[in-house]
Nanobody
């Protein structure tokens, strides 16, 4: 599975951005897709995930109510709509996909494929 993330950029605090992730390859066997992010000097953290077939959604507490994850199976595309952005949301956002591997979907161990990342910068 190949993942191509896009949509990052510079936005003022309180603004919005929409990230996209286009998947190609053996997407039919994918169980879950999601987003992780990594801010400078910080560990990578879970943001949101969605199971590919049933559309079950999980959010990190830090973004709940502000971000919305969605997917279109026919287009093999996933989105992350981000609203009310804060400076602490800044970082490189990675599109991920995988089979769950028996791990928590909030853990990177649940994902087998990682995109190249797209940078989100939030100015205060």
């Amino acid at each position: 599975v190949q993942l191509q993330a896009s949509g990052g950029g510079l936005v003022q605090a309180g603004g919005s951005l929409r990230l996209s992730c286009a998947a190609s390859g053996r997407t039919a066997s994918t169980y879950v897709m999601g987003w992780f992010r990594q801010a400078p000097g910080k560990e990578r953290e879970f943001v949101a995930s969605i199971t590919w077939s049933l559309g079950l959604i999980y959010y990190a507490d830090s973004i709940k109510g502000r971000f919305t994850i969605s997917r279109d199976r026919a287009k093999n595309t996933m989105w992350l709509q981000m609203r009310s952005l804060k400076p602490e949301d800044m970082g490189v956002y990675y599109c991920v996909a995988g089979w769950g591997n028996g791990a928590s979907l909030r853990s990177d161990k649940g994902y087998d494929y990682w995109g190249q990342g797209t940078l989100v910068t939030v100015s205060s």
